[in-house]
């Protein structure tokens, strides 16, 4: 069993506010797995005052953005180092499948890679060419860190949800305060370990993992000068509204609904193949999963066919044995969220064609739940508009690639989508007429040197690459 007693605050292991520990139980059999302190608002006082004294000193926002690239690729190795460890950890903490844990750590060197790369070549400070070749006028244009930053992240994917928002705050020479979901108390511990091997100034970063009560307190505390926040749409609204009156930077990466476009012509083996990864990851629970399927009504009872068929494929159970696609729901309340929208879709009117509100058999004691495959689904219905954040598909019919279209970007959200064609052309046109943040073609991966992050309900503001390094800047103007 593992234990952290002790809070990461301002670069030093300290005694937390409250000395009683939450205890951090298996979602596979809710077993104990380990002890974690909590961060209470007066711990958070000392994290933002230590990151407000760090960055007004200026030791880590005046070092050369080399050496903060050195310091940050030194946290990139000691993380592969502990690649397996980590991937452990967010098992047991999620019940996220060991399949997936695993190959989530490649992802998160090639998203420490992007960064730094984009952090060699990023235009730190450049003097404009005047638009009147006869002025004596010229502008330098710099980029300054924003300051203190809060960093939010949630449950599901917690260090690739950390290090997409500590490692381009702390490369463009900023301060932060990272805030984690209990579930995560102890990657997020571990993660704190790492960050306390590479040699950063005091104050420059704490990490608290805390509950809903204490994260408000710090979005509102006035020496916070940016919020990074990644989770759901309502509580992006409410950071919104807080930071809209303190007047603080926000990027919000939120919720979606994603779409996954099935054209006429499209190879069916190859896109069921590809939706088990793109819409079945993490157990479902995944801000990016293609859970709309629009298929053509020309092929509508084929694609149904064969996704039934890979649902009712796929293991289900203990996320630590390696032939499990599927584990656990992370808690209690998100399973029972689940079954929920099931008995919703039926309900509805949807046709149960695999799956259904019961639990999986021998899987009573975990927050197991059954994954789900609706037919005849229509777009106004809420399994088809609602993010469910768990292993339930729905399949909805469409006309022509008008009406495909119509459908896909007849949603709230716009994080991502997904379009399938033998014709990749085809498939990019249809591509650009979706208003979603990422679109990927027949499956390919999500990129990291691009920006990342979603239209309308899915958030504000981007991440990844030099666009994910800008948003944690300020530009400062100097005319000579």
Known sequence: MITYDRLYVGGSWTEPTEPALLEILSPHDRSLIGRAAQAQPADVDRAVAAAHTSFEDRVWRDTAPVERIAVLRRFNELREEQADRIAELITAENGSAAWFTKAGQAGLTRQANAYLTAAENFDWERTLTPSDPNSKVRSVVRREPVGVVAALIPWNSPFSSATSKILPALLT???????????????MGLLAELVDRIGLPDGVISVLPAERETSEYLIS???VDKIAFTGSTGAGRR??????????????????????????????TAVIDGLKFGSLLNNGESCIAQTRILAPNSRYEEVVAALTALVESLPVGDPRDPATFIGPMVRGDQQQRVRDYIEIGLGEGARLVCGGPQLPPGLHDGFYVTPTVFADVTPDMRIAREEIFGPVLVVIAYDDIDDAIRIANDSDYGLSGGVWS??????????????TGTVTINGAPVGFDGPFGGFKASGIGREFGAVGLGQYTEYQTITV
């Open 422 to 435: 033998v014709d990749e052309a085809a498939a990019v046109a249809v591509a650009r007429r979706i208003r």
């Open 221 to 223: 505390h006035p020496r």
């Open 173 to 187: 020479g900023n301060s932060v305060v990272l805030k984690a979901s209990p579930e995560n108390s102890l990657s």
């Open 239 to 268: 950071i919104a509204t807080i930071a809209g009156e303190q007047l603080k930077r926000v990027s919000l990466e939120l919720g979606g609904k994603s779409a996954a476009v099935i054209l006429p012509d499209a190879d069916l």
